[in-house]
């Protein structure tokens, strides 16, 4: 394989990378013009002429426009809230093609033609979000590790509680030995009507999220829940209502192996 072979191969394996030097581009480029408009409002009545003396030429508007260009050209850059990001500056993008389409496509300015570039680009992000050279994609290895490690918590634990102590040798006396804890000793966990509690297969866990827990969405993330209903399928009563942050870390994703339900639910 000559060089050139070598070189087209790294390529095909990076196209995901390629997009996300699309999408830092576009962040940047929207994030001076945003600048501009603050630094210069001439400047953005430059680019809206066919606009008249409407809303769109107003001072709200410039500051508007200019707000989402920074603030959403950052995000972009950094492939923070990449979706987030994208469709906040979506209406922008769109009125500012609509504005433009009366010059048409063959005007020597180009203005319709770049407006619906950067439109159709953040139409891609807004719909794929950012790729590996994102602040989303790390967040989300991030989470998948934590699911993973807790996942590994759970089942070591259930380890531990189904192993025996081994048969005392039959030539020597049992030594004495304290006694296991047993589950009367245990807190028990709430249960319903039924005798299950939050681990049972039958019991559906439902998250409430608040604006912190919502937001990791917009990036492909699952936030960590601020309070989970168990409710059982079969009697319909609420098993439990939790606010523990460990409980809610636990059913963030799904439903993890228990001595109950070894397979997992949900």
Not at 223 to 235: A, L, S
Request: charged share 20%; hydrophobic share 45%; with cysteine.
């Amino acid at each position: 394989m000559n060089t050139l072979d070598q070189g087209l191969t790294w390529a095909d394996a990076r196209r995901a990378e390629a997009l996300d030097l699309v999408r830092i581009f576009l962040g940047l480029g929207l994030f001076v013009r945003g600048v501009l408009f603050i630094a210069d409002p001439d400047a953005y009545l430059a680019v809206v002429p066919e606009a008249g003396d409407g809303f769109f030429v107003s001072g709200f508007a410039v500051h508007l426009v200019a707000m989402a260009h920074i603030g959403g050209g950052a995000l972009l850059t950094l492939g923070l809230l990449t979706r987030l990001a994208a469709l906040v500056q979506l209406p922008v993008l769109a009125v500012a093609a609509a504005l433009h389409a009366a010059s048409g496509p063959l005007a020597g300015g180009q203005s319709f033609e770049f407006a619906t570039l950067v439109l159709v680009l953040l139409a891609v992000f807004a719909v794929w979000g950012g790729g590996p050279l994102s602040l989303d994609r790390w967040l989300e290895r991030r989470n998948a590790l934590d699911e993973e490690r807790e996942a590994r918590i759970v089942e070591e634990t259930a380890t531990r509680l189904h192993a025996t102590p081994p048969e005392p040798a039959p030539d020597r006396a049992p030594i004495a030995t304290a006694a296991a804890p047993s589950a009367s000793r245990t807190q028990a966990l709430p249960t319903c009507s039924c005798g299950h509690d939050r681990n049972h297969p039958h019991v559906v866990p439902k998250r409430f999220y608040g604006l912190r827990g919502a937001l990791p969405f917009f990036s492909g993330a699952t936030g960590t829940p601020t309070r989970i209903e168990f409710r059982c399928r079969d009697c319909g009563e609420v098993v439990e209502d939790t606010t523990d942050r460990d409980v809610m870390r636990q059913f963030r994703y799904r439903r993890y192996a228990t001595p109950e339900s070894p397979d997992g639910a949900e």
